[in-house]
């Protein structure tokens, strides 16, 4: 029985009439990567070629052959180029510019952070190739660290649009069947529905996020753990030691809502956010950072959208003024002003004092003669606030705080959701499903506040009860409950 040839071998003859391949310098799930040299120009390349166990697969063949076509179509600087798409016999390939540098990915292994300015560079870039693409009907679908290469000059390109969809192709996977890669998925590419490249601006979110803590922001025991979290878990509050690290933390934040309507809407927005250039004009774009020292609360998106909504309300108004005074009253402009300045502060200030500040009770005794008041160590307790009406397709906005742990404790909190129903509903399976939520979290100080956004989906209207559930080191739990209607 003749043994068959190696594939390097294979791949070398089929091309040898154009290329001479000199090895193999990558592989992945459907694609090996050869270096080779141009015949006719000497020009270096990479040459991808479709694995021979998948050539005869019609799906496969069309799935790598649609990558090249789409990657063909899209000239950008911060976009690997193809130059050509071709099929040898057995062989399918294209070929494309070699890159020598690393991928974020290989980076991200070594050094398992990047810098903040380094981090927002590569944001830039790749949201200016994204963007790029979303304008041509174009949306990649697998935004990953592997996928944002660097070239000699250490610029970030993207890469492999292997799974990407254009506006004009017909759709290749199933309904109902999300394709990519689970840890970078976004919501709605996790329930299967249909995309834009807002949902590209989520993965590269994820990206961010990575590139910012160490790590992904969602985990699970299976690719279905990890997608619910992406749907269902809101996003966890790293801990950032410096303001510069905050003020990315804030652009990564809202590329993160699970709401589509509550990202940036497109890259320029989202690359203004940044303080990079625009993507369609080169302008410079201004970008005035969240001065160091300021506080950065967690608000859910919709909770933005409407601080946004009044920020428009007063400026309207004060605009209104101006028009009317004009330059014959300053007095009144200034007076305005000030008034709507004042609005602005008092919103915010009842905001965090009735929001994001902590509600653990503060205990002191009598320490010297002078009276000086010494802390004494407050008991472990866990407060829950009460939780007013929320409407249907509501997420639910919780605030609860933990008292009495020693900064650097670990606890874990346990959150179930459930609707008051009556045990024969139970019985017929007529109740909706609890929604049940776990976080392991570690104590700043002896009063943490926490701020959860539950995604309660379109839970039908009703009584319901919050049970949180908080177990420290030790294993002692405390426990507290709240009820709430969920009305039309």
Sequence with gaps: MTTPAPHLDVVRTALSAEYDVLEEIGRGGMAIVYRAVERAGGREVAIKVLPAQFAFDEG???????????AAQLEHPYIVPVYHVGRSGHVIYFVMKLFRGDSLGQRLATQHRLPVAETRRMLVEAASALGYAAARGVVHR??????????????????????????????????????????????EQARAKPLDGRSDIYSLG????????????????DAFAVLMEHIRAPLPRPALGSAEEWDLFDVV??????????????????????????????????????????????????????VSATRQRVASAVDAGLAYAGSRAPRFWIA?????????????????ATKHR????????????????????????????????????????????????AP?????????????????KRLLGRAPDPVTLSYDEEAAGPAVRRHRSIDFGEMPAGSYTVDLVVTDAAGRTRQKMTTFQIVR
Excluded at 157 to 186: C, H, K, N, Q
């Design 358 to 405: 902590s509600h653990c009770p503060r205990i002191t005794v009598a320490g010297d003669s002078a009276g000086v008041e010494v802390p004494r160590a407050k008991p472990f307790a866990v407060l829950l606030d009460a939780v007013g009406s929320q409407s249907v397709g509501d997420d639910l906005d919780l605030y609860y705080d933990v008292c009495g742990l």
């Design 142 to 187: 697998d935004i990953k660290p592997d996928n944002i290469m660097f070239d000699d000059d250490g610029r970030s390109v993207v890469a492999d649009f292997g799974i990407a969809r254009s506006a004009s192709e017909s759709r290749l996977t199933a309904t109902g069947i999300s394709v990519g890669t689970p840890r970078y998925m976004s919501p």
């Design 253 to 306: 934040e809202r590329m993160l809502a699970k709401d589509p309507d509550d990202r940036f809407q497109t890259a320029d927005e989202l690359i203004a956010a940044l303080g990079g250039v625009r993507s369609d004009t080169g302008r410079q774009v201004a970008w005035s950072p969240r001065p160091p020292g300021a506080l950065t609360p967690t608000r859910p998106a919709r909770a933005i959208r409407k």
């Design 206 to 221: 994820i990206v961010a996020y990575e590139c910012l803590v160490g790590d992904t922001p969602f985990h699970g025991d």
């Design 336 to 352: 305005t002003a000030t008034m709507a300045a004042t609005l602005v502060a008092g919103y915010y200030g009842a905001h965090f």
């Design 60 to 70: 496969f063949v069309e799935r790598f052959q649609r990558e090249g076509r789409i």
């Design 408 to 424: 650097g404790t670990t606890y874990t909190t346990s959150l179930r959701a459930h609707q008051n129903s009556s045990g024969l």
